[in-house]
């Protein structure tokens, strides 16, 4: 990388790697980039290094393909932005609506799940987010937990559930099969094939399921359901008594597929408690640039970090 490109970085080869990718497609994202990666401590880079490391894995030779699909992701967001700074809330109200324009497409999906891996090392509040379930999530898993993800997407946080060693067996739902498809992959390509199972299920219509998990992960999902209300039910029922759910919503954060919204994490807090939840640990990470009183009174996007537990 040219050493006048984001100089912080020249210790950190895979982040270097993948910003050089993105600026040869989006030069004018440097501005963006030095922000992100300015003043951070050795330990954040080098979790972000860590992640940095398994996206290059993943992305293989067609790292260039994934920024370019990163560029699209962003213009789509801005899109995005528009019209919820316009209209005060996101374009779509509906499931349907958003399987119509984004899950049933699946070169757009495609697409879209290789522009939002590079986020995960990106976005301050994607690799934030990661961190809390990496180390106050994962950790707290008594030995032998039966873990389930609803809507596991691009994998990354599965495959680290299959480095825990808290848990005994991994499940995965999603509405997509594109989504499945690309956390197969991901899984595959860190080496993990056999250690999991992928199903193909709607969080708002269940299976008739007879087994209990330990754990639950509902990652950047409630935001697509026009129903989360619904959506907590089923994990509250899925869960074993003194289960954990770790919950990681983005709240004012519009997407082509995002449908609801909370004004904040407490008002988020309130809904998992209202589904007979305990909650045991909650955080907040702002988007890159913004504090948290910031993002909150501009309502810049944030993701609402939980962790709590069935009684």
């Known amino acids: 990388m040219n050493p006048t490109i984001l100089p912080s970085l020249a210790a950190f080869p895979s982040l270097a790697r993948i910003c050089s990718a993105v600026l040869a497609v989006w030069p004018d994202h440097k501005k963006f ?51 919820f700074r316009r209209t005060g809330s996101y374009r779509w109200s509906s499931f349907e609506d958003a399987y119509r324009e984004v899950y049933s497409r699946s070169d757009y999906m495609s697409s879209y799940l290789r522009g939002l891996l590079l986020s995960q090392v990106l976005w301050a509040n994607q690799t934030n987010a ?16 039966d873990y389930l993800e609803v809507g596991p997407g691009h994998g990354l946080l599965m495959y680290f559930a299959t480095r825990s060693p808290h848990i005994g067996s991994i499940t995965g739902w ?34 008739s399921v007879t087994k209990k998990y330990d754990a639950v992960v509902v990652s950047e999902v409630l935001e697509h359901l026009d129903q989360p209300e619904a959506a907590l039910a089923t994990v509250f029922q899925a869960l074993k008594p003194d289960g954990l759910i770790f919950l990681n919503v983005p709240v004012n954060s519009p997407a082509p597929d995002h449908i609801y919204n909370w004004e904040s994490p407490a ?45």
Not at 130 to 145: D, E, I, M
Not at 192 to 203: K, V
Request: include cysteine; glycine fraction near 6%; aromatic fraction near 8%.
């Open 174 to 207: 999603d509405v997509s099969e594109s989504s499945l498809d690309m956390t197969r992959a991901t899984m595959q390509a860190m080496g993990a094939g056999g250690q999991f199972r992928l199903e193909l299920h709607n969080i708002l219509k269940p299976p």
């Open 130 to 145: 990661f961190h809390f379930y990496v180390q106050r999530f994962l950790t707290r898993l008594k030995a032998g937990s």
């Open 33 to 83: 980039l030095d922000v992100r990666f300015s003043g951070l401590t050795v330990d954040s880079l080098s979790f972000a290094e860590e992640l940095a490391g398994l996206v290059v894995r993943i992305a293989g030779d067609d790292l260039s393909k994934y920024a370019d699909s990163y560029r699209w992701v962003c213009a789509n967001l801005l899109e995005e932005d528009l019209v």
């Open 267 to 311: 008002a988020l807090e309130e809904i998992v408690r209202q589904a007979g939840f305990e909650l045991v640990e909650s955080d907040a990470a702002p988007t890159t640039g913004y504090s948290l009183e910031r993002a909150l009174r501009q309502q810049v996007a944030v993701n609402a970090l939980i962790i709590a537990r069935r009684p």
